[in-house]
């Protein structure tokens, strides 16, 4: 699935657990793209989103928070653009291709 389509599949559900179970990616990703997207907010998004307004690093939002890097992670705003997107990274072009290697000799 694409990011559009998560999204839309989420406002048709409303659940991130059966949008994640539904388009195979993992629920902390499915997340990500739902707050990229404006689909979806919480009260830790609302803080680390304040936080990294106010130009604080992840360690230091991790930091006041108490809680991990990958949590803040989790929560921020894709930077490098948003899950199977139109133009992926050079590394997403990579590992696409090694998971497609992979699949091909699993079979």
Do not use: W
């Not at 304040?50 to 992670?73: C, F, H, K």
């Not at 899950?83 to 000799?105: C, E, I, M, Q």
């Amino acid at each position: 699935m694409t990011s559009e389509e998560i999204v839309a599949y989420y406002r048709s559900c409303g659940s991130i657990r059966q949008t994640a179970r539904e388009s195979g990616v993992a629920y902390s990703k499915v997340r990500k793209i739902l707050i990229s997207a404006g689909a979806y907010t919480s009260p830790r998004a609302r803080q680390i989103a304040e936080l990294t307004r106010q130009g604080l690093s992840p360690r230091e939002i991790a930091e006041a928070l108490q809680v991990s890097e990958t949590t803040v992670n989790n929560y921020q705003l894709y930077s490098k653009g948003a899950y199977g997107g139109d133009r992926p990274s050079p590394n997403a072009v990579r590992l696409r291709r090694f998971r497609d290697k992979h699949k091909k000799t699993e079979s």
